[in-house]
């Protein structure tokens, strides 16, 4: 598991014990009287730990936790997960160079960015041409999409569902199989890309075909894994081809969201009452290695 989580607090108050002098935690002294075991001379060492005593809990916290999971929450967990912040103005995300997303402005978590330049890259150099067409979205922009079709002004997978469904529950329904509800899209975590087409006939041509069976056989090896595959069991999002997912961050990412995300986080939208049923089934609808 390269990425852990930096929030747990039992390990924060661990660290935090053992920063507390003890009785004879003193430095050694031997017949001479100097600290032999101490990295620092004797009097700093006495100084020092007074002052670590004095430093909030958060400093003392982020300095005993793993580097590599400090990176996992770029920002505050919960606005992260949710989609409350802006990419373009956030720590850890870049936006993607214009080989990867032509004129468009996209961004993603660095990490993820770079994996996805070698990911092209390399397939470039075997033929086949992949482009981002959707990367990162704040929780504003799921709201407008999912909104639009919610209310009928635009169309989902070419229907009008506010007119195929007139109950809010089955309209949820039908919308959740191809549409996220805000806060709840994997592509506010900066993981996520949609690459060359969402149009499944693309997907079906001999171009989209040779490219998927490019990334099939070769995108795990930049840590990208498809998240919404056909065959799976349960409730979900429908086989996505297009969809891809940068796992050595989203995998951990979304064992968090169960621990930052409840019920009364999903709010602010249309239908909300009613995915607030439901909303777990979806956001675990994945492939199963993301989970
Ligand atoms: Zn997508």
Redesign the pocket.
Known sequence: MPFGSAQDKSQGDGDRRNLKPEKGLGPPRGRDGQGRHCRLPTANCQLLLPLLLLLPLPLLLAASAPADSTSLFPLEPRAYLLGHFHPDTSAGFVRLPERLSGEQRHWLRAEAARDLERLVAAAEAQGVWLYVV?ATRTHNRQRALWEARFDGSRTSMGRNLLELFPDEGQRCRALMRYS?PPGL???HWGT???LNS?SMAYWESPAGRKALDWLEAQAGEYGYVM?YPAGRRGAGPSY?P??WSYQPLSQPLLRDFQRYVTDSEIKGFSGAEQVRLDWRKFVFGVNESLK
Do not use: G, I, T, Y
Request: hydrophobic letters at 40%.
């Open positions: 959707s996220a899209s994997r592509h996520d890309v949609d969402l998240a996505e297009w969809h």
